[in-house]
């Protein structure tokens, strides 16, 4: 039986978050810590430590403080994030980021199905299930979230029609593999130049985009005033109202006018919110208000992206995770061949750890993830994240669909493909 948590007043549940949040950076600005942060970055902390609050019965896991972050801290920190950007720039990164994107999405598609046929040879009664019971199911919804989003996840759960506990699981699943990955990426990133060295990566053009923030910023910045900070967060938050705007008009007219765009996330408000808040903040870099970076827009964009951060973590249950080894096993053995088929092929095209990390979270993540991927290794890189994350939207679907229909074919269940 579940005990309930001890604080269950999300005010103060938010105030422990930030508490959290401000003494994981007290520390990493101390010298004392330098060592013990060279080696655990600060996001990792800031990512891990508030998984405690709930995995401790502390507070509840059902809390509204992850909706929120998702819903209007994640749109504003979209926009103060990408409008200093320089979009030649990244179109000059090349086409490795997009070669490592496409090749997290196959490795997504073909890992799941490899992952159940070895798991059937070994352990038969972990993958087993006949008709809404059968395990592959489940996982078919997995397939839609790693290559796109909750939305495309939500599809797929209506066109294969798991049954509830299979699907419950299965989130655990999709959470808990996910965000491990999630860790390993957010270490790597504190260590990218020896990734890099590893992979025998030509990493400049990132290393250029780099340069060319930081002289901006160099060039632009000043003490920022009172009508600064409210200028950042006017535009901020006004991105999110007009986001969110377009979304409660456009996801309803999709869902009845053009159903079939589900399969593009077209029906979703969430993806209309991240793709408007995205398009904004791109607008605006080509005006004077990019001019805002140097009074710290990005720098309210990182604030927003930590208490995202924090609230990702929160969600994380570790109990959960030991109450379904195998599963997670499955899911783990998943995410090993998605990895090292990403490292084969960025060591065959000599692609940055930047362009590893970006991709596969584009797709494992999506719009929530990717910039937090790529902010760890810069924050002017946090669009690049952005812009490949909306392409895992549209591709969701249709590569969790496939990816469904071969772990059907791997997986022996003589129920039929589509249930009544």
């Not at 003494?23 to 013990?36: D, L, Q, T």
């Not at 979009?87 to 490592?100: D, N, Q, R, S, Y």
């Not at 090292?340 to 060591?347: F, G, H, P, Q, S």
């Not at 002017?380 to 990816?403: E, H, I, K």
């Amino acid at each position: 039986m579940e005990h309930p948590a001890l604080i269950t007043n999300e005010a103060v549940v938010f105030g422990l978050l930030m508490a959290i949040l401000g003494g994981i950076f007290w520390a990493a600005s101390e010298p004392r810590f330098k060592k013990f942060f060279a080696v655990i970055p600060a996001l990792l902390l800031c990512y891990f430590v508030p998984s405690l609050l709930t995995n401790t019965g502390l507070v509840p896991k059902d809390t509204n403080i992850y909706f929120i972050a998702s819903r209007y801290l994640l749109p504003a920190s979209l926009v103060l994030l990408t409008i200093s950007i320089d979009l030649k720039a990244v179109v000059g990164l090349g086409p490795k980021a997009l070669i490592m994107f496409f090749t997290a999405t196959f490795s997504v598609m073909v890992g799941g199905p490899l992952a159940l046929l070895i798991v059937s040879w070994i352990s038969p009664e972990t993958v087993g299930g006949i008709g809404p019971d059968a395990v592959w199911r489940g996982f078919s919804t997995i397939a839609g979230s790693w290559i796109g989003g909750g939305a495309n996840q939500a599809a797929l759960y209506e066109v294969f029609k798991p049954s509830e506990s299979i699907y419950s699981a299965m989130i655990t699943v999709d959470v808990v593999v996910a965000e491990i990955w999630m860790a390993v990426i957010l270490l790597g990133a504190g260590r990218a130049d020896r990734v890099d060295a590893w992979l025998k990566a030509d990493n400049r053009s990132v290393k250029e985009l780099q340069g060319k923030m930081e002289e901006f910023l160099k060039r632009t910045a000043r003490i920022p005033t009172l009508a600064d900070a409210m200028k950042i967060l006017g535009i901020a938050f006004g991105a999110v109202a007009l986001s969110h705007a377009a979304g409660d008009f456009l996801a309803p007219w999709f869902t009845e006018h053009a159903p079939y765009t589900a399969n593009f996330s077209f029906t979703s408000d969430f993806f209309w919110i991240v793709i408007i808040a995205t398009t904004i903040g791109l607008l605006l870099s080509l005006t004077p208000a990019r001019n805002l970076e140097g009074v710290g827009a990005s720098r309210w964009g990182s604030v927003f992206i930590y208490i995202l951060v924090g609230s990702i973590g929160m969600k994380m249950d570790l109990m959960e995770a030991l109450s379904q080894p195998g599963l997670i096993g499955v899911g783990a053995l998943w995410m090993t061949i998605h990895v090292l088929i990403l490292v084969v092929v960025a060591r065959l095209i000599k692609a940055p750890f930047f362009f590893l990390a970006v991709g596969s979270k584009a797709n494992i993540g999506g719009a929530a993830s990717a910039p937090v991927a790529a902010a760890a290794f810069h924050p002017s890189l946090a669009p690049v994240g952005v812009l490949l994350a909306v392409l895992g939207y549209a591709l969701g679907t249709y590569g969790g669909w496939l990816a469904g229909l071969m772990m059907y074919a791997v997986s022996g269940d003589p129920s039929p493909l589509m249930l009544p």
